[in-house]
């Protein structure tokens, strides 16, 4: 059975939208679901063992210390949101987890400002489970952690050169899919003085790197199902914009598609924001459209910035950077590749907000993409939404 070790053993954005949600939406009731997008078969068992995992989640609690790091280090992060965090406690019984034969299932259900908290952690202890389960889960001394250089090791130097080669800021976004806590840790201290950052702020703490990350799908996701598919975009930004003034500036381009998202994203709102996340489709396609879109507005893209995350590797990132060739300022963000590659196939699993209740009753929440496969909700909703957005 795996123990949690933090409750900041989480990535930033959970932290940023959770203060955002609990001052704008905290009487909202929603829902997420495991999605198991690989077709993993979990071996007989496995629900248990994770159901025996959540149960110390409750005693968790944010520790002195780490309120000091988030009052210094995340000062967009209100006094009021950090007393409320010091008072928080998980409650497993805001999740449902059941299996059916090698079919895991996996609900979440609860007031938003409290049900924010545990995709993340969820997400990194299923993957490290079922590694253990299926006796994957290599020794530490394959993994570097006892003496001498492993195999794994010798992959983490030859990155740290090729970040440091590439010379642009790269940074760890891999918590959700991670081989293992040990591991995750391991890789961080090894290129803890090359890496920008990680979006993982108990490490970012523990080895005094900045904690990187802004906004996440779920929430455009949930303005969607608020105020329609239409708005969901512009009001998700007016929201963000409300919370944090000109804070976390990145704005997230794909949840109903770049092109719908570029729509809403006028004037107004390419000179509030630094920049955009580009998370689905071609990366180049997708610079190339964000560049244009700025120039069309009159705006100097060399004065924005593009943070990438979409399944990147270092080869990738250094195609991408020489196709923005400085015509915008260029991030990356580098999940499973950083933080699962030890010899093991990654997991390809998400858990995605599902639904919202609205008087009384849910209402299902759709998240398109500009990649295929990629698309997230009720078939027939994500058809309407196509529909009304008119994507075809």
């Given at each position: 059975?795996?123990?949690?070790?933090s409750?900041?053993?989480?990535?930033?954005?959970?932290?940023?939208?959770?203060?955002a949600?609990l001052?704008?939406?905290?009487?909202?009731n929603?829902?997420?679901?495991?999605?198991?997008r690989?077709?993993?078969?979990f071996?007989p068992?496995?629900?248990?063992?994770?159901?025996?995992?959540?149960?110390?989640?409750s005693?968790?609690?944010?520790?002195?210390?780490?309120?000091v790091f988030?009052?210094?280090r995340?000062?967009?992060l209100?006094?009021v949101?950090?007393?409320?965090?010091?008072?928080y406690?998980?409650?497993?019984?805001?999740?449902?987890?059941?299996?059916?034969?090698?079919?895991l299932?996996?609900?979440?259900?609860?007031?938003?400002?409290?049900?924010?908290?545990?995709?993340?952690?969820?997400?990194?202890?299923?993957?490290?489970?079922?590694?253990?389960?299926?006796?994957?889960?290599?020794?530490?001394?394959?993994l570097?952690l006892?003496?001498?250089?492993?195999?794994v090791d010798?992959k983490i130097?030859?990155?740290?050169?090729?970040?440091?080669?590439?010379?642009?800021p790269?940074?760890d976004?891999g918590t959700?899919?991670?081989?293992?806590f040990?591991?995750?840790?391991?890789?961080?201290?090894r290129?803890?003085?090359t890496?920008?950052?990680?979006?993982?702020?108990?490490?970012?703490m523990?080895?005094?790197?900045?904690?990187i990350?802004?906004?996440?799908?779920?929430?455009i996701m949930?303005?969607?199902?608020l105020?329609?598919?239409?708005?969901?975009?512009?009001?998700?930004?007016?929201?963000?914009i409300?919370?944090?003034?000109?804070?976390?500036?990145i704005?997230?381009?794909d949840?109903?598609?770049t092109n719908?998202?570029?729509?809403?994203?006028?004037?107004?709102?390419?000179?509030?924001?630094?920049?955009?996340?580009?998370?689905?489709?071609?990366?180049f396609?997708?610079?190339?459209?964000?560049?244009k879109?700025?120039?069309?507005?009159?705006?100097?893209?060399?004065?924005k910035s593009?943070?990438?995350s979409?399944?990147?590797?270092?080869?990738?990132?250094?195609?991408?950077?020489e196709?923005?060739g400085?015509r915008?300022?260029d991030?990356?963000?580098?999940?499973?590749?950083?933080?699962n590659?030890v010899?093991?196939?990654?997991?390809?699993?998400?858990?995605?907000?599902?639904?919202?209740?609205?008087?009384?009753?849910?209402t299902?929440t759709?998240?398109l993409s500009?990649?295929?496969?990629?698309?997230?909700?009720?078939?027939s909703?994500?058809?309407?939404?196509?529909?009304i957005l008119?994507?075809?």
């Amino acid at each position: 059975m795996i123990m949690p070790v933090s409750i900041l053993d989480n990535d930033l954005y959970k932290f940023s939208m959770g203060n955002a949600v609990l001052h704008q939406f905290p009487n909202l009731n929603v829902q997420y679901s495991f999605i198991n997008r690989g077709m993993h078969k979990f071996p007989p068992g496995f629900a248990e063992t994770i159901h025996e995992s959540v149960k110390h989640f409750s005693n968790l609690q944010l520790r002195d210390m780490e309120k000091v790091f988030l009052h210094k280090r995340c000062p967009y992060l209100d006094p009021v949101y950090l007393d409320f965090l010091e008072g928080y406690r998980y409650d497993p019984h805001e999740v449902k987890i059941s299996q059916n034969e090698c079919d895991l299932k996996v609900i979440i259900e609860g007031p938003w400002y409290r049900t924010i908290y545990w995709e993340v952690p969820l997400m990194a202890l299923i993957s490290e489970q079922y590694y253990i389960s299926t006796d994957e889960l290599q020794p530490p001394a394959l993994l570097g952690l006892g003496r001498g250089l492993s195999l794994v090791d010798e992959k983490i130097l030859k990155k740290r050169e090729q970040i440091r080669s590439l010379g642009v800021p790269v940074s760890d976004f891999g918590t959700r899919r991670r081989y293992s806590f040990d591991n995750h840790q391991h890789v961080i201290s090894r290129l803890a003085d090359t890496i920008t950052g990680t979006s993982n702020v108990y490490l970012a703490m523990i080895h005094n790197l900045k904690a990187i990350g802004t906004v996440a799908h779920e929430w455009i996701m949930a303005m969607g199902a608020l105020y329609g598919f239409k708005m969901a975009n512009r009001i998700a930004m007016e929201n963000w914009i409300k919370a944090f003034g000109g804070d976390l500036g990145i704005a997230l381009s794909d949840t109903y598609t770049t092109n719908v998202f570029l729509r809403s994203f006028d004037k107004k709102f390419a000179k509030l924001f630094d920049g955009v996340r580009q998370d689905s489709g071609s990366p180049f396609n997708q610079a190339a459209k964000i560049i244009k879109h700025y120039e069309s507005l009159g705006i100097d893209p060399k004065t924005k910035s593009i943070i990438f995350s979409d399944s990147l590797n270092l080869d990738m990132v250094k195609e991408i950077h020489e196709f923005c060739g400085g015509r915008i300022k260029d991030a990356y963000g580098i999940g499973t590749n950083l933080t699962n590659d030890v010899g093991v196939k990654p997991l390809n699993i998400v858990i995605k907000m599902t639904g919202v209740e609205i008087d009384g009753q849910w209402t299902p929440t759709v998240k398109l993409s500009d990649s295929n496969g990629k698309n997230t909700g009720d078939s027939s909703m994500v058809q309407l939404c196509k529909g009304i957005l008119r994507i075809e």
